[in-house]
């Protein structure tokens, strides 16, 4: 016991010692942005408005050790998207958080807001439906099923333009060509994806879903590009983002350069948790083959600092636990050589992660996540950076 406390003691002053070696960032403080020891929170994204109000928007659900029960799941049909404000640049949120919205079939998950240049909000999630007994032997194959008894209802988006307070939808996107699911509805699944789209400098809507594309492995998912060229609120396939027979790529957020390259961050399974990158050179017609970063870690987040530069960022599930990132070059080339910022090194298990960055002011970001300390509750974090 004493060696390993030892291993854990050294590990996190090597990783401490890490952070404050990287000259350009130094951490001002962590922050709880919401907590409750009834609701494992988790799976954030953070917008800032032209008023510099901050909107954290997350999934919430019941702590099911308030039922008695021995654990709880990601799957839940009480999964509710809720957010809360701050006003202070992250100092200080909401004690109780709005409702964003609750699915009338079943449990929502990882609400993924983008704020387009005219001040819209687009907010992306997907949902599970709990089906009895007699469902599950009717229900229209192949179908996606996990936990046993939760049916994928698949991917929807909602809107407001008035800086959060009223959302319209759900808006259902179309079902991407190579998909195999059906819904728990029966019908083709919409696409869905956790994490970031992006506007480009035409105008244009990026995003990058995932879809199942191996009719003898439904479990297995590639990703793909839509696009929409009226503010989300229709979209277009266009073309294959990233595929493996063997690796499994998922949450993925899309990036544009000053050039106008297209980089998406990959989240994978099967490759020991390599965070993986791919590049279109072509305003999205096509993507150039897939490759490793050189790293671990997932799901990833970019996000262009004043200068130009990118900060990424994304979750550690390795000892020791936690949230990292790296700050690439302008056109997101030196992914391999950047140097890994360890932003928290004190996750009490694999269930953290997920981070989602914002901007605050000239030289200073705010990075939420979802994260727990000793195992305990799951609760919306942030880290407020200053980066030079």
């Not at 998909?179 to 728990?184: D, Q, T, V, W, Y």
């Not at 979209?235 to 027979?245: F, G, P």
Request: charged share 25%.
């Amino acid at each position: 016991m004493k060696f390993k406390f030892l291993f854990s003691f050294l590990a996190l002053n090597i990783a401490f010692s890490a952070f404050s070696q990287t000259s350009s960032v130094h951490k001002i403080k962590d922050v709880i942005i919401y907590e409750d020891n009834d609701f494992h929170s988790a799976f954030p994204s953070v917008i800032k408005k032209e008023d510099g109000e901050i909107l954290v928007a997350f999934r919430r659900a019941p702590n099911r050790a308030i039922f008695s029960e021995g654990h709880t799941n990601h799957v839940d049909p009480n999964s509710y998207l809720v957010y809360v404000r701050s006003r202070d640049n992250g100092l200080s949120w909401s004690k109780e958080p709005n409702l964003l919205y609750s699915h009338p079939y079943g449990g929502s998950q990882d609400p993924c807001m983008y704020q387009l240049k005219d001040g819209t909000i687009l907010c992306t999630s997907y949902g599970w439906a709990l089906l009895r007994e007699d469902g599950l032997k009717n229900i229209k194959q192949p179908a996606f099923i996990v936990d046993k008894n939760s049916v994928f209802l698949g991917g929807y988006i909602l809107k407001s333009t008035d800086g959060g307070d009223s959302w319209k939808g759900p808006y259902y996107p179309p079902t991407v060509p190579q998909e195999m699911k059906l819904s728990a509805l029966g019908d083709p699944l919409p696409a869905y994806n956790r994490g970031s789209m992006y506007e480009g400098k035409d105008g244009r809507l990026f995003w990058v879903v995932a879809g199942s594309d191996d009719e003898n492995n439904i479990g297995k998912t590639a990703n793909f590009l839509l696009i929409s060229e009226d503010k989300g609120h229709t979209w277009k396939y266009s073309c294959v983002v990233a595929t493996d027979d063997k690796a499994v790529f998922n949450e993925t957020s899309i990036y544009e350069t000053p050039k106008g390259d297209l980089v998406a961050f990959l989240r994978t399974a099967k490759l020991d948790g390599e965070a993986c990158i791919a590049r279109s050179t072509d305003g999205g017609k096509s993507f150039q083959p897939w490759k490793k970063m050189g790293f671990k870690g997932h799901p990833m987040q970019a996000t262009r600092l004043p200068d130009n530069r990118v900060l990424l960022v994304y979750g550690y599930r390795h000892k020791p636990y936690g949230i990292r990132a790296r700050i690439l070059n302008a056109e997101c080339t030196d992914y391999e050589t950047a140097e890994e910022i360890i932003i928290r090194a004190d996750g009490g298990s694999t269930d953290i992660g997920y981070p989602w960055s914002v901007v605050l002011d000239e030289n200073t970001v705010l990075v939420t996540y979802y994260y727990n300390l000793n195992n305990g509750t799951r609760h919306i974090a942030g880290s407020i950076l200053e980066i030079d």
